[in-house]
């Protein structure tokens, strides 16, 4: 039996229109059509510059750029009858200024070094935004790192409370992290911000364009200058996509550590009434569930940042859609959930309460100071520490872990008079004062170390970093903003020399 033949569909058949097309028309729609008019109106005025195109006719296109009806192409449905919001906008400007004139501005360029300079116009902009919500969780660590520079609590590792420490000492190593995860993003960003318009397809062109003049009125800060690699290079993306991938692990790790010292079970952390919900069953109930949305916004953003990298994993080095329309739209996703779990944090730092009490009975406890109670006995003996150890260690399991420190002390000078005679024995006072952890703290002085003198110049400089790092942050987003009103002056420059010359 022979099967009948099935007639062939015409461009765009309409299941590529449907699973394909469609999708990313509107895509396009929600994430290129500010950069993609802005691209417009640079490049058209570099061809007039250049006298590529006539005045008049780059007058008569920047007329019909300034009259599209931005809703009207927002509102767009895709039928197949064009191919994506490029070829859709240029069907709206032959229809102002004529098919000849409005294809003119096409000239020297191709839709793919557009599309790689979209894509990092916005992907700047999304840094920026990440890195302006990670300052604001720095402002509040950096505070409150302030306020609680002296408050004690229990360091911990694994999971185990191991030695007292402050909670400023805590949160300026989360500040740490953050620190450098703005540095990362800042680097990444600087990286981002260069221009492929002037690639074309991937060997530039014939024509003697300016690409330096279309960058710097699209705001960036040089070129990616070989042609080839401006196209066919993700590393703008993956890198990018990698350092918010540490940031958010970053945001993970100390909104799980918040959850924890929120339980009942620990106690070190209050929550205050705007950020917990209530039980639907359990009256009692004060859920810190802002928290669980910190971490899982973070780890969903953590992911799909990874994932985009892995997507173009043994690609070919060439224009290849794999980084292209599909994929950037989970890029800008990844850095959404980032900034919504970094505000959210914010937020949650801007009105939480430490119960510090608690916190520093804590470190007081539990055998956290017997460090340096073996640091004592090496410096007021001479032994090795290693000796020192096995008499701590010794007294410990006396103890069977009941702590009490007057015993503690007691167990050190009956274990030194039966087994250790060839060293003297220190006075019980001074054992008793090296197991007091405000004691502990205060002799940690050196870099790093949780102590007023040690602690106080970090949160000092991570103050001022933070100024100097708003201050160049703000420096590069007024640089976007002056970049676009000087394509809107440049414009209206042009336009009104276009009209005193038709008058004249």
Not at 151 to 171: E, K, R
Request: glycine share 6%.
């Amino acid at each position: 039996m022979t099967l009948p033949v099935q007639p062939k569909s015409s461009f765009p058949a309409p299941i590529y229109r449907d699973t394909v097309l469609a999708q990313i028309f509107t895509d396009a729609k929600k994430y290129f059509l500010e950069p993609l008019l802005a691209i417009q109106y640079a490049h058209t005025l570099m061809l007039g510059r250049q006298g590529i195109m006539a005045r008049r006719e780059v007058a008569a296109c920047l007329r019909a750029l300034d009259g599209l009806d931005l809703e009207k192409i927002r509102g767009a449905v895709y039928d197949g009858s064009f191919e994506d919001l490029f070829f859709f906008m240029e069907r709206e400007l032959a229809a102002q200024c004529g098919v000849e004139t409005a294809g003119k501005m096409h000239t020297a360029r191709s839709r793919n070094d557009i599309d790689l300079t979209m894509y990092r116009m916005v992907m700047r902009e999304r840094l920026a935004e990440t890195m302006a919500s990670l300052l604001e969780v720095r402002r509040q660590l950096v505070e409150l790192a302030w306020t609680h520079r002296a408050s004690l609590m229990p360091a911990y590792t694994h999971n185990q409370p191991a030695q007292p420490t402050t909670l400023g000492h805590y949160l300026m190593a989360i500040l740490e992290c953050f620190e450098r995860d703005f540095e990362r993003l800042r680097e990444a960003s600087v990286r981002v911000n260069r221009s492929p318009m002037g690639a074309c397809a991937i060997t530039t062109t014939g024509f003697p364009i300016d690409r330096y003049y279309v960058a710097s009125m699209l705001g960036f800060e040089g070129l990616q200058m070989n042609s080839y690699g401006a196209i066919a290079a993700v590393d703008y993306l993956t890198e990018s996509c990698s350092m918010l991938a540490v940031c958010m692990l970053n945001l993970g790790r100390l909104a799980q550590d918040f959850l924890q010292w929120s339980s009942v079970e620990f106690g070190y952390i209050r929550l205050s009434d705007g950020y917990v919900q209530i039980s639907s069953i359990m009256p009692q109930k004060r859920n810190p569930v802002p928290l669980e949305h910190v971490r899982v916004l973070s780890s969903k953003a953590m992911t799909q940042a990874q994932a985009v990298v892995g997507s173009v994993h043994n690609t070919p080095f060439t224009d290849i859609n794999d980084s292209e329309d599909d994929l950037q739209p989970m890029v800008y996703n990844a850095f959404e959930d980032a900034e919504r779990g970094l505000k959210l944090l914010a937020g949650v730092l801007a009105e939480i309460e430490f119960l510090t009490d608690h916190m520093a009975a804590c470190a007081d406890a539990n055998f956290l100071t017997v460090t340096e109670l073996a640091d004592t006995l090496v410096r007021e003996t001479g032994m090795s520490f290693r000796t020192a150890h096995e008499i701590v260690s010794e007294a410990v399991k006396d103890l069977d872990g009941g702590y009490d420190a007057e015993k503690m002390a007691a167990s050190v000078e009956y274990i030194m008079a039966a087994d250790h005679r060839e060293f003297e024995m220190p006075e019980l006072d001074l054992l008793r004062r090296s197991l007091n952890a405000a004691h502990f703290v205060a002799v940690r002085k050196v870099p790093g170390g949780p102590a007023l003198e040690a602690l106080e110049p970090e949160i000092l400089r991570s103050r001022a970093l933070l100024d100097a790092d708003a201050l160049w942050l703000k420096k590069q987003t007024d640089g976007f903003e002056d970049a676009r009103e000087r394509v809107r002056s440049a414009a209206r420059e042009l336009l009104a020399e276009s009209e005193d010359d038709v008058a004249g």
